[in-house]
């Protein structure tokens, strides 16, 4: 294993050889809020499937403003550094990180393929606790990504919570949900997904509980699944799924998300299921992705 700094290298990461693909070398974005340890371990299953992984910590200690896709650039300029310049390069992420994979793969040209999970496809208000932070969770260049502002939340968030907790459908295990539903988007935080030059995995679940993530992933299928669009498009939507899925949780990761998500109180088998099913799926995918 190899670390970067920030510093000399313009992002955190850790580098893993493997020998599954050696044309092709996978960066795993960690969710937005994700430390390089939880990041590592949210990963490890590309690891373990012999992939060169090269892991993304999009949540540097210290960082309290958007993160820059610049991370991504510059983890791209480093892998042809030190693999050469015909490496391909595939990228994956859930939630969080799948909103920056996605984002990235309509920016940097050298991404051949993409698997998202749990993703969504408008650029939101960044948020500092429950307060909104004035600018885009991810930046670009620089400076802000056209965004959909919180309004929810700037109305008061209290009041929004405890609309939440008895609103039928939501309740206390799905409020992230309840706060996208009622906030909404506005069009011109669309990610430009017409800008997107790669093979792609769309994963979800239905009636996620933390995003409208099954709405997104049919969104991007009918903004990308045309005559025109050269690159192989896969979506799986799980019946019975959960916003977990395409990474690796441990045990007392999981007993949290046990506690916190409906979908895992009410159907854990299926859950679980639906996980594993989401590894295979991404560990298949980039076996035959990109081959040309």
């Known amino acids: 294993m190899e670390r970067t700094e920030l510093e000399r290298d313009g992002f955190i990461g850790c580098f893993f050889s493997g020998t599954r693909r050696p044309d092709m070398a996978v960066i795993r974005a960690g969710d937005l809020n994700e430390s390089m340890e939880q990041a590592l371990e949210s ?18 200690e210290g960082r309290r ?13 480093w892998l042809r550094e030190r693999l050469g310049e015909n490496i391909r390069t595939a990228m994956t992420g859930t939630s969080g990180g799948a909103l920056y994979t996605l984002t990235c793969a309509c920016f940097i ?5 993409a698997a998202v999970c749990s993703p969504f496809d408008h650029m939101m208000e960044g948020t500092a606790g429950r307060r909104p932070a004035g600018s885009s969770v991810i930046s670009r260049g620089g400076g802000d990504m056209p965004f959909t502002p919180w309004d929810v939340l700037r109305k008061g968030s209290a009041g929004a919570f405890v609309k939440g907790l008895f609103s039928k459908g939501y309740g206390p295990h799905r409020m992230p949900r309840y706060i996208f539903d009622i906030n909404g988007t506005v069009p011109e935080s669309a990610l430009p997904l017409e800008k997107m030059n790669c093979d792609i995995l769309i994963l979800a679940s239905e009636n996620d509980d933390v995003l409208p993530a099954e709405e997104a992933a049919r969104r991007i299928e009918e903004a990308i699944r ?16 959960s916003h977990i899925l395409g990474c690796t949780i441990s045990e007392k990761r999981m007993n949290k998300v046990s506690r916190s998500l409906k ?15 989401s590894q295979r799926m ?11």
Do not use: N
């Open 43 to 60: 990963s490890q299953f590309l690891i373990d499937a012999g992939f060169t992984v090269l892991v993304l910590c999009l949540c540097p």
């Open 263 to 277: 979908a895992w109180r009410l159907r854990p088998k299926e859950c679980a299921e639906a996980l594993a099913d």
């Open 282 to 292: 991404i560990i298949e995918f980039f076996d035959r992705a990109s081959m040309i």
């Open 109 to 113: 040209p050298e991404i051949v393929c």
């Open 226 to 241: 045309t005559p025109d669009y050269p690159h192989l498009v896969v979506t799986r939507i799980y019946e019975h799924g």
């Open 65 to 77: 403003s958007a993160v820059p896709a610049e991370y991504a650039e510059h983890a791209v300029k």
